[in-house]
């Protein structure tokens, strides 16, 4: 049910007076059918309101091109018949992790001492004066959990070798906070200024930023726009895409840690955000978690975005399943399946109340399933975020509070020849 809350320079206290919408177990089952169509109220004042409603119309308008985009070119491949027909044959293998509240057994833990070589960025759009940049990259030895698919992965090279780009300041290594981009949006000039990494850099902080399978370097060279290959496997490949992002990334903390890197947080916006929340149920090294935006069901978001969202329901009432199947489909590579390993003092998440593209109650859902963590909501849109500076303030706020801050210490070790 929708319910009040307060935004903005106005405290948000009440936000805990709201019913908690996340079930206590199986969600996929649980979870209201009609999620998609519930909105959120939130008390704004006039000039909040304003911005809000005008901002909002932008979103729509994004949203509406991403998914004739995204349902054209990449999740119907995934969506016919026969691919569909082999999807929900294992529906069954993918869920066990989920129905066992047990991440491990979805989650390969990365083997130790994987190669990591790093190359001194080209013409970065950051070069701090006292650090370098430096472009990190692995050959990924991630196996796709389902036989099914381990011919397909082994076809896609260039996803096979996973990338970061890496700020360290030469008196280092200091704690790392890793950025994860969202869908489409992986090129590092933009989410160097998305997440504001020049001033968390002069904060103290190394940051990375991580690129998702099949984005960016590690998409098909034929691929019509970055990321087309995440979704463009049906149900499976998405689950298998989330578990080597979840592997790729370990390995990437291990290479960190091997430096001497003493703490390593995480955020990510929009299907970087849902990235995160999943690490948070999975990497108990974590120093934090912040999804930003966050989608918290992939399924029910998709219902809402049309025209694919008709191409969704036709395909569950043609194959005679109902909303909870897919779901459930989906339920072993998503953040409310399982509790988190980190205390809930370092969950923290930010939501938009003008996003229409994830809409906030995908947020308000994490935060029910995480019991009402740190949150804090912007009067934006999930692209524009108005009052950027009182989050970034909220965010530090929270560094501090949980003992995130600079540690210099030992020399960064050598750079390891390509």
């Not at 199986?26 to 309101?49: K, M, N, V």
């Not at 509406?64 to 026969?82: Q, Y």
């Not at 149900?235 to 003493?262: S, T, W």
């Amino acid at each position: 049910m929708p319910f009040t809350s307060v935004v903005s320079r106005i405290a948000h206290d009440a936000c805990l007076a709201a019913p908690n919408t996340m079930p206590t177990d199986e969600w996929w089952r649980r979870l209201e059918a009609d999620f998609a169509q519930q909105s959120e109220a939130f008390a704004l004042d006039w000039y909040d309101r304003g911005r809000v409603n005008l901002i909002a119309m932008s979103d729509l308008a994004i949203r509406g091109a991403a998914a004739t985009a995204v349902g054209g070119l990449a999740v119907s491949l995934g969506l016919g018949r026969n691919p569909l027909k082999a999807d929900l044959a294992d529906v069954d293998f993918y869920a066990r992790a989920a129905e066992a509240k047990d991440p491990s057994l979805f989650f390969a833990r990365p083997p130790r001492n994987v190669p990591v070589t790093a190359t001194p960025a080209s013409l970065p759009s950051f070069a701090p004066p006292d650090g370098e940049v430096l472009d990190l990259r692995f050959t990924s030895p991630f196996v796709p959990v389902n036989p099914r698919f381990h011919g397909a992965w082994r076809a896609q090279t260039r996803n096979r070798v996973a990338h970061a780009r890496y700020w360290r300041h030469r008196d280092g290594p200091r704690p790392v906070l890793a950025a994860i981009h969202g869908f489409c949006a992986d090129a590092y000039w933009l989410n160097t200024w998305f997440f504001a990494l020049p001033l968390l850099y002069r904060m103290g902080y190394d940051l990375l930023l991580f690129t998702l399978p099949f984005h960016g370097p590690r998409q098909h060279r034929l691929s019509p726009f970055s990321g087309h290959g995440f979704f463009a496997r049906g149900l499976g490949g998405i689950n298998e895409a989330f578990a080597q992002a979840i592997f790729d990334f370990r390995v990437f903390m291990d290479h960190l840690e091997d430096q001497g890197v003493p703490q390593v947080g995480v955020t990510g916006m929009s299907l970087g955000g849902y990235t995160a929340a999943l690490l948070a149920a999975v990497e108990p090294r974590l120093a934090f978690s912040m999804p930003n935006v966050p989608v918290a069901s992939i399924p029910d978001l998709l219902l809402e975005w049309h025209p694919l969202s008709l191409g969704v329901r036709a395909m569950l009432k043609g194959m005679g399943q109902p909303l909870s199947t897919l779901r459930r489909a989906l339920a072993s590579c998503t953040p409310l399946s399982y509790p988190p390993v980190l205390p809930q003092e370092r969950l923290m998440i930010i939501g938009g109340v003008a996003d229409r593209i994830v809409p906030p109650k995908h947020a308000r859902l994490l935060w029910d399933h995480w019991g009402r963590c740190n949150i804090h909501w912007f009067p934006g849109s999930h692209l524009v975020h108005f009052d950027k500076g009182e989050y970034v303030t909220e965010t530090a706020r929270f560094f501090k509070k949980i003992g995130f801050g600079s540690v210099p210490s030992k020399p960064p070790a050598p750079i390891s020849a390509p």
